[in-house]
Protein backbone atom coordinates (compact mmCIF):
# COMPACT_ATOMS: atom_id res chain seq x y z
CA UNK A 1 0.00 0.00 0.00
CA UNK A 2 1.44 3.00 -0.96
CA UNK A 3 0.11 6.40 -0.24
CA UNK A 4 1.68 10.34 0.37
CA UNK A 5 1.98 11.76 3.75
CA UNK A 6 1.74 15.18 4.51
CA UNK A 7 4.82 16.15 6.44
CA UNK A 8 6.14 19.19 7.90
CA UNK A 9 9.56 17.66 9.42
CA UNK A 10 12.46 20.76 7.95
CA UNK A 11 14.51 18.27 8.96
CA UNK A 12 13.41 15.15 6.86
CA UNK A 13 13.17 17.78 4.11
CA UNK A 14 17.09 18.99 4.47
CA UNK A 15 18.32 15.30 4.51
CA UNK A 16 16.00 14.78 1.09
CA UNK A 17 17.41 17.84 -0.58
CA UNK A 18 21.38 16.72 0.54
CA UNK A 19 20.37 12.96 -0.60
CA UNK A 20 19.07 14.67 -3.95
CA UNK A 21 22.30 16.16 -4.22
CA UNK A 22 24.41 13.44 -3.70
CA UNK A 23 22.16 11.10 -6.31
CA UNK A 24 21.25 8.86 -3.18
CA UNK A 25 17.91 7.25 -2.51
CA UNK A 26 16.70 7.88 1.13
CA UNK A 27 13.94 6.83 2.70
CA UNK A 28 12.96 7.34 6.76
CA UNK A 29 12.15 3.68 8.01
CA UNK A 30 10.85 2.19 11.27
CA UNK A 31 10.11 3.85 14.78
CA UNK A 32 9.81 7.48 12.85
CA UNK A 33 7.17 6.09 10.33
CA UNK A 34 5.37 4.51 13.16
CA UNK A 35 5.18 7.45 15.96
CA UNK A 36 4.41 9.50 12.60
CA UNK A 37 1.07 7.42 12.67
CA UNK A 38 0.86 7.54 16.68
CA UNK A 39 0.72 10.90 16.93
CA UNK A 40 4.02 11.32 18.29
CA UNK A 41 6.85 13.62 17.76
CA UNK A 42 10.15 12.20 18.17
CA UNK A 43 14.08 13.35 17.20
CA UNK A 44 15.53 10.15 16.58
CA UNK A 45 15.30 9.36 13.15
CA UNK A 46 16.09 6.06 11.48
CA UNK A 47 17.00 6.35 7.56
CA UNK A 48 17.85 3.70 5.49
CA UNK A 49 20.19 4.70 2.35
CA UNK A 50 19.79 2.64 -1.15
CA UNK A 51 23.80 2.66 -1.16
CA UNK A 52 26.93 3.22 0.98
CA UNK A 53 25.46 4.50 4.44
CA UNK A 54 28.11 4.76 6.08
CA UNK A 55 29.62 8.14 2.99
CA UNK A 56 26.18 9.58 2.96
CA UNK A 57 26.50 9.42 6.87
CA UNK A 58 29.59 11.18 6.74
CA UNK A 59 28.46 13.73 4.03
CA UNK A 60 25.32 14.66 6.35
CA UNK A 61 28.26 15.48 9.93
CA UNK A 62 29.67 17.57 7.20
CA UNK A 63 26.91 19.44 6.56
CA UNK A 64 25.86 19.82 9.94
CA UNK A 65 29.26 20.10 11.03
CA UNK A 66 28.64 17.50 13.62
CA UNK A 67 30.48 14.18 13.42
CA UNK A 68 29.19 10.98 12.41
CA UNK A 69 29.39 7.96 15.09
CA UNK A 70 30.28 4.88 12.63
CA UNK A 71 29.79 1.18 13.79
CA UNK A 72 31.92 -0.37 11.11
CA UNK A 73 30.64 -3.93 12.30
CA UNK A 74 26.76 -3.48 11.73
CA UNK A 75 27.46 -0.95 8.85
CA UNK A 76 25.15 1.79 10.72
CA UNK A 77 26.24 5.52 11.85
CA UNK A 78 24.71 8.18 14.27
CA UNK A 79 24.59 11.99 13.26
CA UNK A 80 23.85 14.09 16.56
CA UNK A 81 22.57 16.99 15.11
CA UNK A 82 21.20 19.84 18.10
CA UNK A 83 18.00 18.10 19.39
CA UNK A 84 17.82 14.97 16.70
CA UNK A 85 19.80 11.70 16.23
CA UNK A 86 19.79 11.20 12.85
CA UNK A 87 20.79 6.72 12.03
CA UNK A 88 21.98 5.51 8.85
CA UNK A 89 22.21 1.93 7.77
CA UNK A 90 21.87 0.44 4.23
CA UNK A 91 19.81 -1.57 2.22
CA UNK A 92 20.42 -5.02 3.00
CA UNK A 93 19.28 -8.56 3.31
CA UNK A 94 20.13 -10.96 5.92
CA UNK A 95 19.63 -14.64 5.40
CA UNK A 96 20.44 -17.52 8.24
CA UNK A 97 21.97 -20.69 7.77
CA UNK A 98 20.61 -23.47 9.08
CA UNK A 99 22.15 -24.53 12.78
CA UNK A 100 23.84 -21.00 12.59
CA UNK A 101 23.67 -17.74 14.72
CA UNK A 102 25.43 -16.05 12.34
CA UNK A 103 23.88 -14.24 9.23
CA UNK A 104 24.98 -14.01 5.59
CA UNK A 105 24.80 -10.40 4.75
CA UNK A 106 24.67 -8.65 1.37
CA UNK A 107 23.74 -5.69 -0.20
CA UNK A 108 19.53 -5.54 -1.05
CA UNK A 109 16.85 -3.53 -2.08
CA UNK A 110 14.63 -1.61 0.37
CA UNK A 111 12.15 -4.16 0.15
CA UNK A 112 14.49 -6.91 1.36
CA UNK A 113 15.64 -4.20 4.17
CA UNK A 114 11.73 -4.08 5.28
CA UNK A 115 11.14 -7.61 5.18
CA UNK A 116 14.15 -8.03 7.42
CA UNK A 117 12.68 -5.99 10.38
CA UNK A 118 10.55 -6.68 13.27
CA UNK A 119 7.36 -6.16 12.78
CA UNK A 120 4.85 -5.06 10.42
CA UNK A 121 4.63 -1.45 11.99
CA UNK A 122 8.20 -0.49 11.79
CA UNK A 123 8.33 -2.47 8.98
CA UNK A 124 7.28 0.70 6.88
CA UNK A 125 9.53 3.91 4.83
CA UNK A 126 8.86 7.52 3.63
CA UNK A 127 10.61 8.79 0.53
CA UNK A 128 12.73 11.60 1.31
CA UNK A 129 13.52 12.80 -2.12
CA UNK A 130 12.09 15.28 -3.30
CA UNK A 131 10.85 14.18 -6.51
CA UNK A 132 8.48 11.09 -3.85
CA UNK A 133 8.58 13.01 -0.68
CA UNK A 134 6.45 11.66 1.67
CA UNK A 135 5.79 8.56 -0.78
CA UNK A 136 4.88 5.32 2.22
CA UNK A 137 5.79 2.33 1.68
CA UNK A 138 4.11 -0.42 3.33
CA UNK A 139 4.37 -3.73 1.98
CA UNK A 140 3.47 -5.95 4.80
CA UNK A 141 0.38 -3.69 6.18
CA UNK A 142 1.62 -1.99 9.43
CA UNK A 143 -0.44 0.84 9.15
CA UNK A 144 -3.50 -1.29 9.38
CA UNK A 145 -2.51 -2.96 12.73
CA UNK A 146 -1.44 0.30 14.01
CA UNK A 147 -4.99 1.15 13.78
CA UNK A 148 -6.36 -2.62 15.17
CA UNK A 149 -3.88 -2.79 17.90
CA UNK A 150 -1.92 -5.80 16.70
CA UNK A 151 1.90 -7.41 16.36
CA UNK A 152 2.69 -9.13 13.48
CA UNK A 153 6.25 -9.78 11.83
CA UNK A 154 6.54 -9.09 8.25
CA UNK A 155 7.65 -12.69 7.69
CA UNK A 156 6.75 -15.83 9.39
CA UNK A 157 7.22 -15.36 13.26
CA UNK A 158 9.87 -18.39 13.47
CA UNK A 159 11.67 -16.84 10.77
CA UNK A 160 11.84 -13.22 12.18
CA UNK A 161 12.01 -14.42 15.71
CA UNK A 162 15.18 -16.72 14.42
CA UNK A 163 16.83 -14.02 12.67
CA UNK A 164 17.31 -12.26 16.08
CA UNK A 165 15.57 -13.59 19.44
CA UNK A 166 15.58 -10.91 21.39
CA UNK A 167 12.39 -10.13 18.82
CA UNK A 168 10.63 -12.11 21.41
CA UNK A 169 11.24 -9.70 24.23
CA UNK A 170 10.67 -6.93 21.93
CA UNK A 171 6.94 -8.34 21.22
CA UNK A 172 6.35 -8.15 25.13
CA UNK A 173 7.47 -4.78 25.22
CA UNK A 174 5.71 -3.32 22.33
CA UNK A 175 2.65 -5.15 23.80
CA UNK A 176 2.96 -3.60 27.43
CA UNK A 177 4.33 -0.10 25.81
CA UNK A 178 1.27 0.51 23.11
CA UNK A 179 -1.37 -1.63 24.48
CA UNK A 180 -1.12 -4.30 21.31
CA UNK A 181 -2.58 -7.80 21.00
CA UNK A 182 -0.49 -10.89 20.15
CA UNK A 183 -2.53 -12.95 17.49
CA UNK A 184 -1.92 -16.67 18.35
CA UNK A 185 0.64 -17.16 16.05
CA UNK A 186 3.35 -15.15 17.38
CA UNK A 187 2.78 -16.36 20.78
CA UNK A 188 3.06 -19.58 19.59
CA UNK A 189 6.07 -19.32 18.21
CA UNK A 190 7.74 -17.63 21.29
CA UNK A 191 6.65 -20.47 23.07
CA UNK A 192 7.95 -22.84 20.74
CA UNK A 193 11.51 -20.47 20.41
CA UNK A 194 11.35 -19.33 24.19
CA UNK A 195 14.65 -21.38 25.07
CA UNK A 196 16.63 -19.53 21.80
CA UNK A 197 16.66 -16.34 24.21
CA UNK A 198 19.62 -17.55 25.67
CA UNK A 199 21.85 -17.29 22.99
CA UNK A 200 21.33 -13.44 23.01
CA UNK A 201 24.02 -11.49 25.59
CA UNK A 202 22.99 -10.50 28.60
CA UNK A 203 23.43 -6.90 28.59
CA UNK A 204 20.66 -6.91 25.41
CA UNK A 205 18.19 -8.99 27.59
CA UNK A 206 18.58 -6.42 30.58
CA UNK A 207 17.96 -3.68 28.25
CA UNK A 208 15.25 -4.85 26.50
CA UNK A 209 13.69 -6.17 30.12
CA UNK A 210 14.29 -2.55 31.70
CA UNK A 211 12.48 -1.36 28.66
CA UNK A 212 9.65 -3.69 29.75
CA UNK A 213 9.41 -2.41 33.42
CA UNK A 214 9.04 1.20 32.16
CA UNK A 215 6.18 0.66 30.19
CA UNK A 216 2.85 2.48 31.38
CA UNK A 217 1.50 -1.05 32.65
CA UNK A 218 4.60 -3.07 32.88
CA UNK A 219 2.07 -6.37 33.74
CA UNK A 220 1.11 -6.60 30.20
CA UNK A 221 5.30 -7.76 29.19
CA UNK A 222 5.58 -9.67 31.86
CA UNK A 223 2.62 -11.78 31.41
CA UNK A 224 3.53 -12.36 27.75
CA UNK A 225 7.12 -13.55 29.57
CA UNK A 226 5.79 -15.77 31.46
CA UNK A 227 2.74 -17.66 29.83
CA UNK A 228 5.30 -18.26 26.71
CA UNK A 229 8.03 -19.68 29.02
CA UNK A 230 10.51 -16.37 28.19
CA UNK A 231 10.50 -15.82 31.95
CA UNK A 232 12.89 -18.24 33.11
CA UNK A 233 15.51 -17.94 31.03
CA UNK A 234 15.33 -14.16 31.18
CA UNK A 235 14.94 -13.83 35.21
CA UNK A 236 13.98 -16.89 36.96
CA UNK A 237 13.76 -15.95 40.33
CA UNK A 238 10.39 -13.59 39.23
CA UNK A 239 8.95 -17.15 37.60
CA UNK A 240 9.08 -18.80 40.84
CA UNK A 241 6.98 -16.43 42.11
CA UNK A 242 4.07 -18.02 40.42
CA UNK A 243 1.89 -20.43 41.64
CA UNK A 244 -0.75 -20.94 44.56
CA UNK A 245 -0.09 -22.78 47.83
CA UNK A 246 -2.71 -25.42 49.25
CA UNK A 247 -2.54 -27.34 52.36
CA UNK A 248 -5.14 -29.56 53.28
CA UNK A 249 -5.77 -29.66 56.96
CA UNK A 250 -8.85 -32.09 57.69
CA UNK A 251 -11.59 -31.11 55.16
CA UNK A 252 -10.25 -27.28 55.17
CA UNK A 253 -8.39 -26.12 52.70
CA UNK A 254 -5.38 -23.33 53.22
CA UNK A 255 -4.79 -21.42 50.01
CA UNK A 256 -2.19 -18.00 49.73
CA UNK A 257 -2.42 -15.67 46.66
CA UNK A 258 -0.37 -16.52 43.83
CA UNK A 259 2.63 -13.88 44.27
CA UNK A 260 3.54 -13.07 40.80
CA UNK A 261 0.25 -12.17 40.13
CA UNK A 262 -0.06 -9.96 43.43
CA UNK A 263 3.39 -8.83 42.91
CA UNK A 264 2.67 -7.37 39.10
CA UNK A 265 -0.65 -5.56 40.09
CA UNK A 266 1.64 -3.84 43.12
CA UNK A 267 3.96 -3.32 40.18
CA UNK A 268 1.30 -1.23 37.81
CA UNK A 269 0.25 0.64 40.85
CA UNK A 270 3.47 1.93 41.05
CA UNK A 271 3.66 2.62 37.82
CA UNK A 272 0.70 4.13 37.88
CA UNK A 273 1.57 6.77 40.26
CA UNK A 274 6.03 6.91 39.57
CA UNK A 275 8.16 6.82 36.47
CA UNK A 276 11.17 5.99 38.74
CA UNK A 277 12.68 2.66 36.61
CA UNK A 278 14.57 1.66 40.00
CA UNK A 279 11.30 1.84 42.69
CA UNK A 280 9.79 -0.22 39.70
CA UNK A 281 12.48 -2.62 39.88
CA UNK A 282 12.57 -2.77 43.92
CA UNK A 283 8.64 -3.50 43.92
CA UNK A 284 9.19 -5.95 41.21
CA UNK A 285 11.72 -7.86 44.04
CA UNK A 286 9.77 -6.39 47.39
CA UNK A 287 8.25 -10.59 47.40
CA UNK A 288 11.26 -12.16 45.87
CA UNK A 289 12.23 -14.43 48.28
CA UNK A 290 8.76 -15.13 49.28
CA UNK A 291 9.03 -18.64 47.55
CA UNK A 292 12.25 -19.41 49.59
CA UNK A 293 10.66 -18.48 53.08
CA UNK A 294 7.34 -19.85 52.99
CA UNK A 295 5.81 -22.12 55.74
CA UNK A 296 2.30 -23.14 57.07
CA UNK A 297 1.69 -22.37 60.78
CA UNK A 298 -1.17 -24.62 62.09
CA UNK A 299 -3.76 -22.34 63.80
CA UNK A 300 -1.55 -19.14 61.99
CA UNK A 301 -1.65 -19.74 58.65
CA UNK A 302 0.83 -18.70 55.99
CA UNK A 303 4.35 -17.34 57.29
CA UNK A 304 7.44 -15.62 54.97
CA UNK A 305 9.13 -14.88 57.68
CA UNK A 306 12.37 -13.04 56.89
CA UNK A 307 11.49 -12.84 53.32
CA UNK A 308 12.13 -9.45 53.33
CA UNK A 309 15.78 -9.19 54.94
CA UNK A 310 16.51 -12.83 52.65
CA UNK A 311 15.38 -10.88 49.21
CA UNK A 312 17.48 -7.94 50.24
CA UNK A 313 20.35 -10.23 50.73
CA UNK A 314 19.81 -11.66 47.08
CA UNK A 315 20.23 -8.43 45.09
CA UNK A 316 23.77 -8.33 45.00
CA UNK A 317 23.85 -11.63 42.55
CA UNK A 318 20.86 -10.36 40.99
CA UNK A 319 22.80 -7.06 39.73
CA UNK A 320 25.63 -9.16 38.71
CA UNK A 321 23.70 -11.46 36.94
CA UNK A 322 21.84 -9.13 34.96
CA UNK A 323 24.66 -7.00 34.29
CA UNK A 324 22.53 -3.99 35.88
CA UNK A 325 24.16 -0.98 37.33
CA UNK A 326 25.63 -1.41 41.08
CA UNK A 327 25.48 2.14 41.70
CA UNK A 328 21.57 1.32 41.77
CA UNK A 329 22.24 -1.59 44.45
CA UNK A 330 22.30 -0.22 47.76
CA UNK A 331 18.69 1.88 46.66
CA UNK A 332 17.02 -1.37 45.96
CA UNK A 333 18.37 -3.27 48.92
CA UNK A 334 17.23 -0.65 51.02
CA UNK A 335 13.52 -0.56 49.78
CA UNK A 336 13.51 -4.66 49.60
CA UNK A 337 14.64 -4.54 52.96
CA UNK A 338 12.26 -2.24 54.48
CA UNK A 339 9.41 -2.82 52.81
CA UNK A 340 7.57 -4.35 56.02
CA UNK A 341 8.47 -1.74 58.53
CA UNK A 342 6.32 0.75 58.27
CA UNK A 343 3.70 -1.93 58.75
CA UNK A 344 5.05 -2.57 61.99
CA UNK A 345 4.13 1.47 62.95
CA UNK A 346 0.56 1.19 62.34
CA UNK A 347 0.52 0.42 66.63
CA UNK A 348 -0.54 3.77 68.08
CA UNK A 349 1.84 2.73 71.25
CA UNK A 350 5.05 2.32 68.97
CA UNK A 351 7.74 3.88 70.47
CA UNK A 352 9.72 7.38 68.67
CA UNK A 353 12.50 5.06 68.65
CA UNK A 354 11.03 2.94 66.29
CA UNK A 355 9.91 6.12 64.16
CA UNK A 356 13.72 7.40 64.23
CA UNK A 357 15.07 4.39 63.53
CA UNK A 358 12.80 3.73 60.35
CA UNK A 359 13.79 7.46 59.36
CA UNK A 360 17.25 6.71 59.18
CA UNK A 361 17.24 3.58 57.35
CA UNK A 362 15.05 4.99 55.12
CA UNK A 363 16.64 8.60 55.03
CA UNK A 364 16.41 9.66 51.41
CA UNK A 365 14.58 7.28 49.82
CA UNK A 366 11.69 7.37 52.73
CA UNK A 367 8.66 8.71 49.76
CA UNK A 368 9.72 5.98 47.84
CA UNK A 369 9.22 3.65 50.62
CA UNK A 370 5.83 4.66 50.98
CA UNK A 371 4.98 4.51 47.65
CA UNK A 372 5.75 1.22 47.23
CA UNK A 373 3.71 0.27 50.40
CA UNK A 374 0.78 1.79 49.28
CA UNK A 375 1.25 0.20 46.12
CA UNK A 376 1.20 -3.21 48.08
CA UNK A 377 -2.51 -2.41 48.74
CA UNK A 378 -4.27 -4.60 46.57
CA UNK A 379 -7.69 -5.56 48.82
CA UNK A 380 -10.79 -5.31 46.63
CA UNK A 381 -12.37 -4.36 49.74
CA UNK A 382 -12.28 -0.67 48.80
CA UNK A 383 -13.02 0.51 52.92
CA UNK A 384 -10.35 -1.55 53.66
CA UNK A 385 -8.18 -0.41 51.30
CA UNK A 386 -8.85 3.74 52.50
CA UNK A 387 -7.98 2.17 56.11
CA UNK A 388 -4.71 1.10 55.05
CA UNK A 389 -3.89 4.27 52.88
CA UNK A 390 -4.80 6.53 56.05
CA UNK A 391 -2.89 4.61 58.02
CA UNK A 392 -0.02 4.76 56.53
CA UNK A 393 -0.44 8.44 55.56
CA UNK A 394 -0.49 9.07 59.58
CA UNK A 395 2.90 7.05 60.25
CA UNK A 396 4.43 8.69 57.24
CA UNK A 397 3.95 12.11 58.65
CA UNK A 398 5.01 10.75 62.06
CA UNK A 399 8.20 9.88 60.56
CA UNK A 400 8.81 12.83 58.41
CA UNK A 401 7.93 15.05 61.65
CA UNK A 402 10.26 12.93 63.77
CA UNK A 403 13.01 13.25 60.71
CA UNK A 404 12.99 16.90 60.87
CA UNK A 405 12.57 17.52 64.40
CA UNK A 406 15.48 15.50 64.98
CA UNK A 407 17.41 16.16 62.10
CA UNK A 408 17.68 12.98 60.92
CA UNK A 409 18.84 13.18 57.09
CA UNK A 410 21.85 11.78 56.21
CA UNK A 411 22.05 10.81 59.72
CA UNK A 412 25.47 10.17 61.68
CA UNK A 413 27.18 10.76 64.78
CA UNK A 414 27.43 14.25 65.70
CA UNK A 415 31.06 13.84 67.07
CA UNK A 416 33.00 12.67 63.98
CA UNK A 417 36.20 10.10 64.40
CA UNK A 418 38.82 12.62 64.13
CA UNK A 419 37.69 14.06 67.16
CA UNK A 420 37.26 10.43 68.84
CA UNK A 421 40.41 9.40 68.11
CA UNK A 422 41.78 12.88 69.59
CA UNK A 423 39.40 12.88 73.05
CA UNK A 424 39.89 8.91 73.40
CA UNK A 425 43.54 9.34 72.95
CA UNK A 426 43.33 6.36 70.26
CA UNK A 427 44.43 5.36 67.03
CA UNK A 428 42.45 4.71 63.99
CA UNK A 429 40.96 1.51 64.88
CA UNK A 430 37.56 -0.59 65.25
CA UNK A 431 37.27 1.53 68.48
CA UNK A 432 36.73 4.22 66.76
CA UNK A 433 33.09 3.10 64.60
CA UNK A 434 32.35 1.03 68.38
CA UNK A 435 32.08 4.49 69.96
CA UNK A 436 30.63 6.53 66.82
CA UNK A 437 27.67 3.48 66.98
CA UNK A 438 26.94 4.10 70.88
CA UNK A 439 26.25 7.60 69.96
CA UNK A 440 24.07 6.82 67.24
CA UNK A 441 22.16 4.67 69.31
CA UNK A 442 21.91 7.22 72.27
CA UNK A 443 20.56 9.59 69.72
CA UNK A 444 17.85 6.81 68.47
CA UNK A 445 16.96 5.57 72.00
CA UNK A 446 15.82 9.59 72.60
CA UNK A 447 19.06 9.98 75.83
CA UNK A 448 20.37 12.42 74.04
CA UNK A 449 19.68 15.07 71.32
CA UNK A 450 21.22 14.97 67.27
CA UNK A 451 23.09 17.83 68.70
CA UNK A 452 27.21 18.14 68.56
CA UNK A 453 27.33 19.57 72.56
CA UNK A 454 25.08 17.19 73.77
CA UNK A 455 27.25 14.06 71.94
CA UNK A 456 30.00 15.53 73.18
CA UNK A 457 29.17 15.09 76.82
CA UNK A 458 27.94 12.01 76.20
CA UNK A 459 31.27 10.48 74.95
CA UNK A 460 32.98 12.55 77.70
CA UNK A 461 30.91 10.60 80.51
CA UNK A 462 31.12 7.47 78.80
CA UNK A 463 34.19 6.91 76.63
CA UNK A 464 36.25 4.82 79.20
CA UNK A 465 33.87 1.99 79.50
CA UNK A 466 33.22 2.12 75.54
CA UNK A 467 36.74 1.75 75.45
CA UNK A 468 37.11 -1.04 77.83
CA UNK A 469 33.76 -2.82 75.98
CA UNK A 470 35.58 -1.95 72.48
CA UNK A 471 38.40 -4.13 73.49
CA UNK A 472 36.47 -6.87 74.44
CA UNK A 473 34.20 -6.40 71.49
CA UNK A 474 31.07 -5.87 73.93
CA UNK A 475 28.03 -4.39 72.26
CA UNK A 476 27.44 -1.40 73.99
CA UNK A 477 24.66 -0.98 76.47
CA UNK A 478 21.67 1.75 75.93
CA UNK A 479 22.95 3.60 78.33
CA UNK A 480 21.18 7.23 79.73
CA UNK A 481 22.80 10.36 80.71
Known amino acids: MNKKLE ?6 HTLGAIADDKGVELYAVGGWVRD ?6 VQDIDCTVVGDSLEFAEIVARNFHSKAVVYERFRTALVPVGEYKLEFVGTRKEEYQPHTRKPIVSEGTLGDDLRRRDFTINAMAVSLNQESFGMLIDNFGGQQDLEQKILRTPLEPTITFSDDPLR ?8 ARFGFALPPEIKDAMTTMADRITIISQERITDEFLKILSAPK ?3 GLIILYETGLLKYVFPEVERLAGIDLVQIGEQEYAHKDVF ?3 LQVLDNLAAVSDNLWLRFATLMHDIAKPKTKRFIAGIGWSFHGHEEIGARWQQSIFRRLKLPMDNLPYVEKLVRLHQRPMTLLDEEVTDSAIRRLAVAAGDALEDLFALCRADITTKNPKRAEKYLRNYDVVFQKIKDVQERDQLRAFQSPVRGEEIMEICNIQPSRAVGFIKTAIEEAILEGYILNDYTEAKEYLLTHKDE ?16
Request: no cysteine; charged share 25%.
Open 261 to 263: YHT
Open 466 to 481: WLIAARHEIIPKKTKM
Open 168 to 175: MMRAARFA
Open 218 to 220: PSI
Open 7 to 12: INEKML
Open 36 to 41: YFMGRI
